[in-house]
C-alpha cells in the first residue's frame, strides 16, 4: 500500500527532474547565445534575450534599465571599444531560486580589446576579465534576463583555470553520475561523469 501512494510522488519528482534539466539547459543556451553573437558584433542577436523591463550594470558601474537601453549600450561598444573582439564565457554557478528565477554566474574574459575603458585593467595576455552575475526569469514559457551586473577583476584577484574544473550538481548530472548527491552545493552540468579523486571543485 505504501508502495502504491509513493508513486505519485516518484513520478512527480522524476517529471520535476526533466523539468528542471530542460530548464537549465535554456539557461545555458543564453549563455551560449550571448558569446557567439558577442564575438560576430551583433548587438541585436546579443540582446534578445534581454528582459523588456530588464536592468544592466556595466563594468564601469553605469547602470542602465529596459530593453532599448541595453541595445543601445552594446551597438555603441560593438561600434567601438569592443569591436571585433572575441569573448569566452565559463559558466561557475546556475541556482535556481524558484522554478522560474535562476541565478547563473560566468567567468569572462574578452580578448582583443585595443584599449580598455578608463578603470578597467586587463591580465597579462592583454584580455579583460570579468564576473558576470545575470538573474533569469520565466516569462510566457521563455527564460529573460531580468538583471545583469558585470564585475571587473581587479589586478591581484587569483583567477581559477576553468580547464582543469568539473563543476557537479544539477538534475542532469545526479541521472548521470550517482556520486553527484553528495556535492549539493554545486550546480554545473561537468561533460563527463570524473571520478571524484580527479575532481576539481571550485565554491
Not at 185 to 195: D, E, H, R, S
Request: hydrophobic share 45%.
Amino acid at each position: 500500500m505504501r508502495f502504491l501512494f509513493a508513486l505519485p510522488a516518484l513520478a512527480f519528482a522524476i517529471q520535476l527532474g526533466a523539468q528542471t534539466s530542460a530548464d537549465e539547459a535554456a539557461i545555458r543556451k543564453i549563455v551560449e547565445d550571448e558569446t557567439a553573437t558577442w564575438n560576430k558584433g551583433d548587438a541585436v542577436g546579443y540582446s534578445r534575450h534581454f528582459a523588456a523591463a530588464g536592468t544592466f550594470t556595466n563594468i564601469r558601474g553605469q547602470f542602465f534599465s529596459g530593453y532599448p537601453a541595453f541595445l543601445k549600450q552594446h551597438e555603441a561598444i560593438f561600434q567601438n571599444i569592443f569591436r571585433n573582439t572575441t569573448l569566452r564565457q565559463d559558466v561557475v554557478s546556475l541556482k535556481f531560486i524558484r522554478p522560474d528565477v535562476a541565478v547563473i554566474e560566468t567567468l569572462t574574459s574578452v580578448a582583443g580589446v585595443a584599449q580598455a575603458p578608463p578603470g578597467v585593467s586587463t591580465d597579462d595576455k592583454g584580455r579583460i576579465r570579468t564576473r558576470l552575475l545575470q538573474v533569469v526569469a520565466k516569462e510566457r514559457g521563455e527564460w529573460k534576463v531580468v538583471v545583469y551586473h558585470n564585475v571587473d577583476i581587479k589586478p591581484g584577484i587569483p583567477i581559477p583555470d576553468m580547464r582543469a574544473a568539473v563543476f557537479t550538481d544539477s538534475s542532469v548530472y545526479r541521472v548521470q553520475c550517482k556520486e553527484a548527491d553528495a556535492l549539493a552545493n554545486l550546480a554545473v552540468i561537468p561533460q563527463k561523469c570524473t571520478p571524484r579523486d580527479q575532481r576539481v571543485i571550485i565554491r
